[in-house]
T-cell receptor, first 114, second 111 residues
């Protein structure tokens, strides 16, 4: 199993550009989520999904869109990048259904917006 | 609302013990604990559900006090590998998968 994979690992954007951060898992997990982590800060939930076709907003959803068309993939779209979106983005997944399931994180994408 | 962790940072010598607290202003359903090393992804340590249970993982254990809306992580006989930032992730409602993470505690273990 590859676990949770994220691409790209690094990305530099100019203000106003759009892009999609990719996240995939091969563990047949129902639950997936996106977090951002700013320097010296904790993780903040952007969007999450409890199954294919079901998504919901987290703490900081503005400026981001998600969709979940398959169990495996959960892409995060930045609509019009802003410097405030410079951060490290982590995707995570959990089997779901049982409250004690382990949550696994991907390696992260470091995004810089100029 | 983000749970508050204390202390913000702690320095230990190998073999010493430490306690990290995670306090919430809202009633908790579950608490996750993670360790993150610099430049890496968070790694899951353990989860506790409401009910005041205590769990253990090698020399790391945790408790959950539902009435106090607080969880504590206990690190005993610390090792160099324990260094990193510890985060609690809280879930306020069962089954939502909506985790709110704490402010983090930086722990450094010295030889």
């Amino acid at each position: 199993n590859a676990g949770v994979t994220q691409t790209p690992k690094f990305q530099v954007l100019k203000t106003g550009q759009s892009m999609t951060l990719q996240c995939a898992q091969d563990m047949n997990h129902e639950y997936m989520s996106w977090y951002r982590q700013d320097p010296g800060m904790g993780l903040r939930l952007i969007h999450y999904s409890v199954g294919a076709g079901i998504t919901d907003q987290g703490e900081v959803p503005n400026g981001y869109n998600v969709s979940r068309s398959t169990t495996e993939d959960f892409p995060l779209r930045l609509l019009s990048a802003a410097p405030s979106q410079t951060s490290v983005y982590f995707c995570a997944s959990r089997l779901g259904g049982t409250p004690t399931d382990t949550q696994y994180f991907g390696p992260g994408t470091r995004l810089t917006v100029l | 609302q983000q749970p508050v962790q204390s202390p913000q940072a702690v320095i230990l010598r190998e073999g010493e013990d430490a306690v990290i607290n995670c306090s919430s202003s809202k009633a908790l359903y579950s608490v996750h604990w993670y360790r993150q090393k610099h430049g890496e992804a968070p790694v899951f340590l353990m989860i506790l559900l409401k009910g005041g249970e205590q769990k253990g993982h090698d020399k790391i254990s945790a408790s959950f006090n539902e009435k106090k809306q607080q969880s504590s992580l206990y690190l005993t006989a610390s090792q160099l590998s324990y260094s990193g930032t510890y985060f609690c992730g809280t879930e306020y409602t069962s089954g939502t998968y909506k985790y709110i993470f704490g402010t983090g505690t930086r722990l450094k273990v010295l030889a």
